[in-house]
């Protein structure tokens, strides 16, 4: 698209978190009544799903509605996962089993499939976790695969991007494309 004087430029926006609590789920809930938002990525891993999904699912028409796989709670959080991930320490079965209870949640409320799965803290870019994702994303779903957001940063200003490139988003992306998903 042009980016001339005079053109428009079409901006997408996502709102994550969904299911984790009734203030950010009134939040999301008020923006896509108001037609801001394109998708919604959904904790279906938080308590809270089960009880907010039919108020999303209700108004979401013309709205992606996706899994916000997370992966990083209990002990260690996050540092521990990444620390886990990248010395490949991280059992495949215990991480398969995780990431398909939280689809099981996801599709259970939702009666479908995802439209795309990413990651909290962007975990499904981690090495071994990528793996297990798309293994099981691709199992469970043949060539109806959900779009799998890539954290791959387009223009990279200040160190941010350049860390989550770092941290996996490279390899995320190339691994998408080799195996055919479809991504950002």
């Not at 969904?18 to 394109?38: E, S």
């Not at 215990?94 to 995802?114: K, N, S, T």
């Not at 297990?132 to 991007?161: I, M």
């Not at 350049?162 to 941290?167: G, Q």
Request: glycine share 14%; with cysteine.
């Amino acid at each position: 698209m042009s980016t001339g004087v005079g053109a428009l430029k079409r901006i997408a926006f996502c709102a994550d978190d969904y299911g984790a609590g009734p203030a950010v789920d009134r939040g999301i809930l008020a923006l896509v009544r108001q037609g801001r938002l394109g998708a919604v990525s959904c904790q279906a891993a938080c308590r809270g799903w089960p009880a907010a999904a039919p108020a999303l699912l209700a108004c979401a028409a013309g709205v992606d509605v996706g899994l916000h796989l997370d992966l990083a709670y209990g002990r260690g959080g996050l540092a521990a996962l990444l620390a886990r991930s990248h010395l490949r320490a991280l059992s495949r079965g215990a991480l398969a089993g995780r990431i398909a209870g939280q689809l099981d949640a996801f599709e259970r409320e939702a009666g479908r499939a995802p439209d795309f799965v990413d990651g909290h803290q962007h975990c499904h870019q981690l090495p071994v976790v990528r793996d297990v994702l798309l293994d099981l994303l691709e199992a469970r779903y043949g060539a109806r695969r959900p779009f799998v957001r890539s954290t791959r940063p387009r223009r990279w200003r200040g160190a941010k991007p350049w860390l989550i490139a770092a941290l996996g988003g490279a390899a995320l992306a190339g691994e998408l494309a080799r195996r055919g998903f479809p991504h950002n």
